[in-house]
């Protein structure tokens, strides 16, 4: 730490110096001390304006790289989410589902996908009314599925990162409070109408959520990882006729 002190020191002295000799120069050759003293104080009057230019222009460059670097851990973050729990949950949940052609023929993500593409989904999937019937399949399953991820859910929730991201923490606690949900009947099985009913209300809001975020996942690996948007896309589990290998 003295050292650093020290030559932050001596780099100061040497700019003092080197100043000093300049405007004796600039004396000696031209001889015009008044010339100089209008100079020096007409800088002098233009460095607090320069010092607050240079410290905005700094201070945004760098507010910009870590917001960038923020961006990207999210991003990260939601990578696992989708390898661990949600293309899974994208699967499972799908079944679910009353008008399944009517989804299936929207998510089948091309690689020619481009931002107008995206966009056209991402809007049919806000403004869908997709109808969830929690009778279609399993609710015993759904509900093993999100107990065995339950550790890995709260890890991403405790990620203070995720605050900055609304969407997918609004995904993170419609999936909690689903599992909730089936977690707190006894048995699941000879509920009554309006129970499961609700219980469709709840598959449907997370799943809505989920599809979403998937969404922008997808339109993120396409911009910034082609190699990896280039597998999700033949790993589609809402498309049926994906298939990893290639050829």
Known sequence: MFNVYKR???LVLLMLVSSALLYGLDF???GHARDIGNGFLGNLAFLPIYVLFVTL?????????????LRQKMNMVIGVFFSEVGRLLLRDGYAFLVDKEQLVQRVCVAPSWGEREFRELASFIDNSQMQMDSTLCDLGELKSF???????LLGLLENPNLLEHDGFTDLLWA???????LEARRSLTGLHKS???HLSGDIRRAYTHLLSQWVVYMKHLKDDYPYLFSLAVRNNPLNPDARVEIG
């Open 57 to 69: 222009m700094i201070e945004r460059v760098l507010k910009e790289r870590d917001k960038e670097a």
């Open 8 to 10: 932050s020191d001596i």
């Open 146 to 152: 999100l107990v065995s991820r339950r550790s890995f």
């Open 175 to 181: 999936v909690f409070h689903l599992l909730e949900e």
């Open 195 to 197: 129970d499961m009913d």
């Open 28 to 30: 000696i050759l031209f």
